[in-house]
């Protein structure tokens, strides 16, 4: 058995228990959520190099994905390590204001009416 063939059967395994035990979609949910924060760190990085302009922070989901963002220490822990941190309200009020957050930016609209 090679080294691939080891690290692909121990993600297996670690699925199928995920599944067995009810707790996949909760991991899923977490991770989308880590998806967000790391998002949202992004786009305020090339909002200061001039490369992104961001939205206004008067819409209420932008608000929600900055403030709960804003708290995230990249160099402490993870953006997953971070979402488990996080109450499963703000988690919650993160994954809502998602959409919206992402929709408020200008390019997303130039894009969406391109594809």
Known sequence: MTVSTRLQT??????LAELAEGSLAARIRLEQAARVITAARRAGELAAEGALRLPATTDASVQAVTEIARHWDDRAVTALEYVETLPEAAIERLLRAAPGWAAAFPTTTALRLAA
Do not use: E, F, G, V
């Open 10 to 15: 121990a993600a297996l395994t670690r699925t």
